[in-house]
């Protein structure tokens, strides 16, 4: 029963989210531009690169920001709908009636939460899919063997570190709730955790040798790391979220 309040929470949240234009237009907008910049990427080397060492070579070289940026347009979303779902709703003036329904503070902080995690993991394993099939379709094609892109070690730092992100700016969101008053300050705020995702664009870089090649561990390596600063921040945010998600001190700052 609890679940089924936070579901209606969720969807309700969603849907007054999506009704404004710079939200759904941006969810649209961010799910196009990570699968269409890497397919096009992919598509521009497959049929213009007639060796397919060379081929490889590149693709090692471009793996670490392929992987992140699918990481960020997975989290974008998350910030935008969960800015809405709280500090948008102090904003359009909706964030008291909210506040003094009958639910409970965990069935609606469970609630304000499902509305972004549930379309930005859909919109990360959609990427995810897009990005995979569509790879295959154009290496293929154009005559290469076919490769995972993101590869395994991309994939295994999106689907760890992308959904403890997405949980950890839930968090954050609803901790700044309470410090700001427009949902832009919001953004600016949420959009600096986004940083952590640079860590593993730089770190195998770090090890490139003179003749242009990564050490294949690094990414691994990088993913960890990237994986433990997210678990730790996930930790420290929802600890607080959960200590500072006070309904009574919510209404009072309306």
Request: a neutral charge; hydrophobic letters at 55%; aromatic letters at 6%.
């Amino acid at each position: 029963m609890t679940l089924a309040k936070s579901v209606i929470v969720a969807k309700t949240d969603l849907k007054m989210a999506l009704q404004v234009s710079y939200v759904r237009y941006g969810l649209i907008v961010i799910a196009a531009v990570g699968p269409v910049m890497i397919l096009a990427i992919v598509g521009l080397l497959a049929f213009t690169t007639t060796s397919t060492m060379e081929l490889m070579v590149v693709m090692q070289l471009m793996g670490p920001t392929i992987s992140p940026m699918l990481g960020i347009v997975a989290i974008i979303p998350a910030s935008l709908i969960a800015a809405n779902a709280l500090v948008g709703e102090r904003e359009q003036n909706t964030l008291e009636p909210l506040l003094c329904t009958p639910l409970t503070d965990r069935e609606l902080l469970v609630g304000k939460v499902l509305s972004s995690f549930i379309p930005s993991i859909i919109l990360l394993l959609g990427s995810l899919l897009i990005s995979e099939v569509g790879s295959f379709i154009l290496l293929t094609t154009a005559g290469h063997p076919a490769m995972l892109i993101p590869d395994a070690a991309g994939l295994f730092f999106l689907l760890t570190s992308g959904p403890v992100m997405i949980l950890a700016m839930n968090a954050i969101m609803i901790l700044i709730s309470g410090k700001v008053k427009r949902v832009y300050e919001a953004y600016q705020v949420s959009g600096a955790s986004v940083m952590i995702f640079i860590i593993p664009m730089i770190l195998p870089l770090m090890t490139m040798d003179p003749s242009g090649m990564i050490d294949p561990n690094s990414f691994w390596f990088s993913s960890m790391i990237t994986l433990l600063i997210a678990l730790v921040l996930f930790v420290v945010s929802w600890g607080l979220a959960f200590g500072r998600f006070n309904r009574d001190t919510m209404v009072s700052r309306v």
